[in-house]
């Protein structure tokens, strides 16, 4: 069986980042530590399991201009839920800012809102199966 277990995510700041997704989404620090060479290591993610971020900041001057723009404006990340109006709430009063009102599609319920570098993402709440 084959899983994608962390995926890079590029940041400016470690400390910004862990801020937006532990207090904004509700992730958990998995791991947070510097090794020798004062290279830090930060990995977040859903207090479930799951993928997980390896919250990476740039040092390229050339790569920087990437941060918030690593799926070209498109959303790359669906961030799911089995209770929109509940985390739609607590994201809102975190301060996430939603590009759209949540709308009722097919695939789900669903709001399109922006991470702390204005990269969109998906709240999405599927349908329930029955």
Do not use: C
């Not at 207090?23 to 004062?38: I, K, M, P």
């Not at 919250?55 to 690593?70: F, I, K, M, N, S």
């Amino acid at each position: 069986m084959l899983r994608l277990s962390d995926v890079t995510y590029l940041v400016l700041d470690h400390d910004e980042a862990i801020t937006f997704f532990v207090d904004a989404l509700g992730f958990a620090v998995r791991e947070d530590e510097t090794n020798e060479s004062g290279r830090r290591r930060v990995v977040v993610g859903p207090e479930d399991g799951g993928t997980g971020f390896v919250l990476a900041v740039t040092a390229d001057v050339g790569a920087a201009g990437a941060v918030g723009r690593q799926a070209g404006g498109k959303v790359a990340f669906f961030l799911e839920t089995d209770d929109f109006a509940a985390q739609h709430a607590r994201m809102t009063a975190a301060g996430v800012r939603f590009r759209e009102e949540p709308r009722h599609e097919v695939y789900g319920t669903v709001a399109v809102f922006e991470d702390l570098y204005g990269m969109p993402w998906d709240l999405i709440q599927p349908p329930a199966q029955g």
